[in-house]
């Protein structure tokens, strides 16, 4: 059976990732902006201000995605680079750069595909409250619009929020991405019902007025985990971890997220934990974040068996595959999570992000030798093709990422991109991976 004829291939990135241009053409100032580059938490401190400088290489980025083969392209909107201050004024020339990679991608026959949010909140919200504040739905709301009214004519993929677990968990709770603030469950709780609700209104406002019918999904991630063995006691346990709440874990878990919005309820066990910590919703407000999805959209490198990184088990022993930011290849995670996601939530599955960091570089010959993510792709696609074989619908593949890239905490140490970006010069070099890729498009994925 393999992939649909319609399976969508694609790549992703994120705009403080690549874009750089930090405070040109009018473009306000976000969290990253303000707290990547002091107080350490930054491997050398570095920051996204230049990044790939996407911002100026738009079309040279196109035409790569063109030779690469690929039909879609998942990017972020950088929010403070259209409403500088989050909310009121709009920046004109902002609006304009995305409305140029739209066209670009358009006329290069590639699909674009919108994600509202990746992490880039703008600092004059935070200064009020940030996802503390009870208006901060309402902030999300008027920037949906502005990027909705100006580009659902030509954009038919929406994405709302990228990975709330590291939003809230990473930003709020350990700390480790800005504005790297650590608050106690109460306050976590707050901010994550303010997101779930900021994506519920963006979602109605998107299903009420595109311009072309939309397709809307979200892009969490989350602990996967895989079965030991194939008997049904394993698979059951598998699932079961999968959809943990763990406690005051839950800004790292899946059903805290994707629950409210696909089955319309909190997790029970979230509930149980937290009782009257836990933010009640309206009639109304349970409306818009119930907004029926098209997709159930997910980022996913590596299963997880709820222990921590580094401590023995099956996944993290001495000497297993490892990539280079020291993730296990577990390829099998990419039939289980989908297969799992899809008995729960009962939509077609869209892998949002999946790949690897490696250590390339350059060769003498100009050439960058990247079996090792050739390898890892290979791996994880022959696994997504037996969920589908399976009967799990599978909407896409969006491979992270299209080029190397700021890998937030880990600065520009990781290269996770089909093409290489020397960062000194901007000059791009294509992998062996993505030549590679490009085949596997061009057969959808018959020969993996
Ligand atoms: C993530 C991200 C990307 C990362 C990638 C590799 O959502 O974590 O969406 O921004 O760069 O996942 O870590």
Redesign the pocket.
């Known amino acids: 059976m393999g992939f649909g004829k319609d399976f969508i291939w694609g790549t992703?990135t994120?705009s403080y990732?690549i874009e750089g241009a930090y405070n040109e053409d009018g473009k306000g100032l976000n969290c990253w902006d303000v707290y990547a580059g002091i107080g350490g938490n930054i491997k050398f401190n570095e920051t996204g201000a230049v990044a790939c400088d996407h911002y100026h290489h738009m079309k040279e980025d196109v035409a790569l995605m063109k030779e690469l083969g690929t039909k879609a392209y998942r990017f972020s909107i950088s929010w403070t680079r259209i409403l500088p201050d989050g909310t009121g004024k709009v920046n004109e020339k902002g609006l304009k750069f995305y409305s140029d990679l739209v066209d670009e991608l358009i006329s290069n026959g590639i699909e674009p595909m919108i994600t509202l949010y990746?992490?880039d909140y703008p600092i004059a919200l935070h200064d009020k409250g940030g996802w503390l504040n009870k208006e901060s739905s309402e902030w999300f709301l008027e920037y949906t619009k502005v990027v909705v009214d100006a580009l659902s004519d030509r954009v038919s993929y929406w994405i709302t929020i990228?990975?709330p677990q590291?939003e809230l968990g990473c930003g709020y709770q350990v700390g480790v991405h800005a504005p790297f603030e650590k608050h106690i469950p109460r306050d976590l709780l707050i901010m994550g019902s303010n997101i779930i609700l900021s994506h519920g209104k963006a979602a109605d406002y998107i299903r009420k007025n595109a311009k072309k019918t939309p397709k809307i999904g979200y892009?969490p991630?989350g602990p996967c985990a895989i079965p030991s063995d194939d008997t049904a006691e394993a698979i059951e346990e598998a699932r079961q971890k999968t959809f943990a709440v763990n406690g005051e874990g839950f800004p790292f878990s899946i059903s805290y997220w994707s629950d409210p919005i696909f089955l319309g309820e909190y997790p029970k066990e979230l509930l149980d934990t937290f009782g009257d910590l836990v933010p009640k919703f309206t009639d109304e407000e349970w409306a818009v974040i119930k907004t029926p999805l098209d997709f159930y959209g997910t980022?996913i490198?590596y299963a997880q068996e709820g222990r921590k990184e580094g401590e023995y088990s099956d996944i993290y022993f001495q000497g297993k595959m490892m990539t280079n930011?020291g993730w296990p290849l577990t390829p099998e995670v990419l039939y289980w999570a989908p297969k799992f996601y899809y008995e729960r939530y009962g939509k077609p599955v869209f892998i949002?992000?999946n790949?690897m960091?490696s250590h390339d570089w350059v060769s003498l010959d100009g050439k960058v030798h990247d079996t090792y993510r050739i390898d890892y792709l290979n791996r994880y696609l022959r696994e997504y093709k037996r969920a589908a074989d399976d009967g799990v619908e599978l909407l896409g593949y969006m491979q992270?990422?299209l080029m190397d890239?700021?890998?937030?905490s880990?600065g520009y140490t990781?290269r996770?991109g089909l093409v290489y970006v020397d960062y000194p010069t901007q000059k791009r070099t294509i992998k062996d991976s993505g030549y590679w890729y490009k085949k596997v498009i061009e057969t959808n994925g018959e020969e993996l």
């Open positions: 992703a994120a990732q990746h992490w990228n990975e590291c892009a991630i980022n490198y930011i949002t992000e790949g960091a992270w990422s890239n700021y890998e937030w880990h990781q996770f």
